[in-house]
């Protein structure tokens, strides 16, 4: 019979259209699948739906190990789908009805352009120039055209009465690559840079992606951008999307929607016909207020249609979002005008449009007023050309400010940067905390009507926009395929289990909760998190150097996919989707001499001195791109292929580096890290190697993990000299060197994986020793290696160390140790308190908040993982004793 893989929503029911298709990935076991010709997908009723897939990456026996796959428009999804290999059969066993004949993608290219059509919509993309796209059409009518992307530079921030200027830039494209083609899924690259529009200075390098579907009316875009602007003299002041929607109706049969909070929408016809001293006629008026064309004139009472010219008409609308908490809207009749103020809001869905009775245009920013300042601009609906601007950042808030946050404080040695290490947790130098090369980015769907549609459905497209349908494996599913070592479904079969799957609820709805109350919202900050607590002032420490944004600390994000992985909670994915969009794109540099790298916390982003590979690593990233194919995602993949070059021109351990009188980085001679270092380049190469069968990575992976297991102290020797040509390890270090960091950063995860993956005795005997001894006492440390082991810290988070050796040397002894370690290493997540919510008000605080007084994200993410992970590989029935007591 045939093996059926279950898929469902993850928000549990179906959305009750898809209009812009969807598209997912799913792995397979090893061995199982040779490739993805041979992949079908059926509904819940068994019918063979028409799919595209495509592979994401291989097995190391070149078997198909995760799959994209794409499914087109439709007005009735099923309520849950299955893949299978050649599928002949129902779920039950029945034969599998065929696919029925459906709308297909086509792509047509030519010299000039690109033309994409998903049989519903056609846009065509000029190959160069300013416009993203020339003409979008809804069967064979025009309902937007000239594409743009704007930009605004301001100079000079002016702080008292002086004056500003600001210079407009348009985006131009220098590239277009169709990356997919059909027939159910089409992507279409376009790339370019904002060039002013007095033809001088170029900046903010672009990539645009579109998303096509069969049978979809919407197209997805995905806009990201670097920031390459100089910090102390170029101040964003505007950045946006303008199209051009053209309107031929009746001034009162054009229609502007724009939604507010709650699924509530402002909904006016252009020139209103309700509310007016004289009645046009109930039918007259129901047609407005429905988006319906109105009756003819002679139909209407000649009170109102004789007077028609003396009704005025609004040209403009503007709403704008500029913080988290409240949106304003507005309109006026003319350029010239004064704006008459129409209400206001907290959180906008982020979703207008424009339309008369031969169709229009609708635009969905998501995570809208998450990444505020945002605005939605509608200009000229009474003429024949309307422009709609989707602004991503408002050009009514101030112009984005990216200057370091103080003037140094006079550390200007290594010896004064360690000083302030101490007193801030900063780590600073001079020069480094410059955020040129950092990216961003947002999420659009563009909507083609072909009249103007009913608010309902309005609604129902800023939903799908803002919380797009998704398609996912099951956790038993995906445990049972294999992928990302060692984590389990849920299972809280014993009161000790339960106990412990509690606690992980707690701190993520903790967290989930603090990023509402504490308001982690904005342009650059949305997705992270804050690092630690201040308990006297009440207030995480935002302000206070090495303890402020997080970026990636301690491997929050791999605590929340692997919270995701075992549960299928739509919530705890997409709060780790956004820190994924987060740390890979604003904490990480795209560009410069620091690309590939990224930044340890700090109270900007970009602020710390220390740019490593720790927290650029793809080992937070490849969970998001399986689980959903995203090209955007991929790319920040690819950028760290060549990561291993960081090395010879900035050393991550510069200010501590015990031979730094003699040490001189050469391409023979790098000193690497074995663990947060090689951790990193590790991930990066087996994830290149899956997904594209990159010989370099392979061989770099393969034979550095050969060298490890060559060098006489195997991990624990600390680090080694890297040949950059060979990409190979010199193993004649004899010398001992423990960090209570090296195992904290992916090392964990990404070495299980690989001793499942590859067969190297050496290395597996390596890693195993050094799970053994981590811990260990320091007479067993000095039996094998010579000496106690120094730097022995973060006792809970390493006990899954033991749990390893544990669980593949079979000994309930070391089983016993891990749970130990964990119960007694977690101080500040082992008593009450920890688990429990304190409610702090006013006047002590701007506003009601919770409070967990010992909880930081550093013990949090570690808590997690090492819950996670232990109950994997040791699991049983825990002693109540050994579960911190809540």
């Known amino acids: 019979m045939t093996q059926h893989a279950p898929i469902t929503w993850i928000d549990g029911a179906p959305p009750a259209s898809l209009s812009g298709g969807t598209t997912w990935g799913m792995p397979f076991q090893r061995g199982t699948v040779p490739d993805t010709s041979a992949l ?15 592979p994401l990456a291989t097995w190391p026996d070149g078997s198909l190990k995760w799959a994209g796959v794409a499914l087109g428009a439709t007005d009735q999804p099923a309520s849950a789908y299955s893949v299978s290999p050649n599928a002949t059969e129902t779920h039950d066993g029945g034969p599998a009805v065929a696919v029925e004949r459906s709308p297909e993608v086509t792509v047509t290219q030519n010299d000039a352009t690109v033309t994409v059509s998903t049989g519903t919509l056609d846009m065509v993309l000029p190959r160069n120039g300013a416009s993203l796209f020339s003409k979008l059409t809804r069967d064979g009518s025009v309902v937007a055209r000239d594409a743009k992307l704007v930009s605004l530079l301001q100079k000079d921030l002016a702080e008292g009465a002086g004056s500003t200027t600001r210079e407009g830039f348009t985006g131009q494209t220098t590239s277009v690559t169709v990356e997919q083609s059909g027939p159910v899924r089409a992507v279409v690259r376009v790339e370019g840079q904002h060039r002013a529009d007095n033809g001088g200075k170029k900046w903010l390098p672009f ?145 207008c449009s424009v339309s008369d009775l031969g169709g229009g ?113 099951t956790p038993e599913y995906l445990h049972a395929a294999g992928v990302f070592g060692d984590w389990a479904p849920v299972d809280r079969s014993t009161p000790a289990r339960a106990e412990l799957e509690d606690k992980l609820d707690f701190l993520f709805d903790f967290y989930q909760g603090q990023t509402e109350q504490r308001r982690w919202y904005g342009f650059w900050n949305y997705g992270d998190v804050m690092h630690t607590y201040d308990t006297d ?102 950028e760290l292929v060549d990561s291993d070059q960081n090395f010879l021109g900035l050393d991550p351990v510069r200010k501590v580096r015990p031979d730094a009188d003699t040490y001189r980085p050469d391409r023979v001679a790098l000193g690497v890290g074995l663990g947060t270092d090689w951790g990193s380049l590790a991930a990066t190469w087996l994830t290149d190697w899956e997904r594209t069968g990159n010989p370099r990575s392979r061989d770099r992976l393969l034979g550095t993990m050969a060298d490890i ?39 964990v995860e990404i070495c299980s ?52 050796a544990a669980a593949k040397l079979g000994s309930p002894e070391l089983a016993e140790s891990a749970w130990e370690s964990f119960a007694e290493g977690g101080e500040n997540l082992n008593h009450a308190e920890a688990f429990t919510l304190k409610k702090i008000l006013p006047p002590f605080v701007l506003q009601p908040v919770d409070e967990a007084p010992t909880v930081s994200t550093n013990d949090t993410a570690q808590f997690g993982l090492a819950v996670i992970q232990n109950l994997a590989l040791i699991g049983g029935e825990l002693p109540a004793a050994e579960v911190p007591a809540s």
Not at 589 to 600: E, M, Q, T
């Open 753 to 804: 994986e690989l001793i499942s993956l590859v067969p190297d005795k050496a290395f597996e005997e390596a890693w195993m020793q050094y799970c053994r001894l981590f811990l260990a006492t320091a007479e067993d440390q000095v039996a094998e290696v010579g000496q106690p082991l120094a730097g022995i810290y973060l006792t809970q988070a390493h006990s899954r160390l033991t749990a390893y």
């Open 40 to 54: 079908r997908v059926l509904d819940s009723n068994g019918r063979m739906v028409r799919a595209q897939t495509w």
């Open 361 to 473: 245009l609708g635009i969905g920013i998501r995570d809208f007023w998450q990444s505020h300042p945002g605005q939605l601009d509608i200009r000229g609906a009474a003429t024949n050309n309307a422009t709609v601007t989707a602004w991503l950042y408002s050009p009514e808030a101030q112009p984005m400010d990216l200057r370091f946050y103080h003037d140094g404080l006079g550390q200007d040695t290594f010896e004064d940067q360690l000083e302030g290490l101490e007193i801030t947790y900063e780590d600073y130098e001079p020069g480094f905390g410059n955020p040129t090369g950092i990216a961003r980015t947002h999420e659009l769907t563009l909507f083609a009507y072909d009249s103007t549609p009913s608010t309902e459905s309005l609604a129902a497209d800023a939903k799908a926009a803002s919380t797009p349908p998704l398609l996912q494996p």
């Open 537 to 638: 002032r009440h207030v995480w420490r935002y302000d206070v150097g090495g303890y402020a944004w997080d970026n990636s600390e301690l491997s929050p994000d791999l605590w929340l996919w692997y919270m995701y992985l075992r549960s299928g909670r739509a919530d705890v994915f997409r709060y780790a989707e956004a820190m994924t969009r987060h740390t890979g794109e604003v904490d990480v540099y795209h560009l410069g001499p620091w690309r590939g790298l990224g930044s340890r916390h700090n109270v900007q982003h970009w602020g710390c001195s220390a740019k490593q590979l720790r927290i650029s690593t793809p080992a937070y990233r490849r969970f998001y791109y399986y689980l959903t194919a995203d090209e955007r995602t991929g790319d920040l993949l690819t």
């Open 709 to 747: 297991g060559a060098l006489k102290f195997g991990f624990l020797t600390g680090e080694a000299l890297y040949d950059l040509d060979r990409g190979r390890f010199d193993v004649g270090r004899e010398a001992i060197s423990v960090s209570h960091l090296s195992a904290v950063f992916g090392l």
């Open 207 to 351: 990539t645009v992606r579109f998303y096509f579907y069969a049978g979809a009316r919407s197209v997805r875009m995905m806009h990201s951008f670097i920031w390459d602007g100089d910090p102390g003299q170029d101040f964003l002041a505007g950045l946006g999307v303008r199209f051009t929607v053209p309107l031929a109706s009746e001034l009162h049969d054009r229609h502007v929607r724009i939604a507010g909070a709650d699924g509530g929408f402002l909904a006016e016809g252009v020139r209103g016909l309700t509310g007016l001293r004289r009645d046009p006629g109930e039918a007259v008026r129901h047609a407005q207020i429905n988006g319906q064309a109105t009756p003819p004139l002679s139909e209407w009472s000649p009170l109102v249609s004789e007077r028609l010219h003396l009704i005025p008409s609004w040209n403009d609308y503007t709403l704008t979002q500029l913080t988290a908490d409240g949106f304003e809207l507005r309109k006026r009749t003319a350029t010239g005008h004064g704006w008459v103020g129409i209400s206001g809001g907290t959180r906008s869905a982020g979703f």
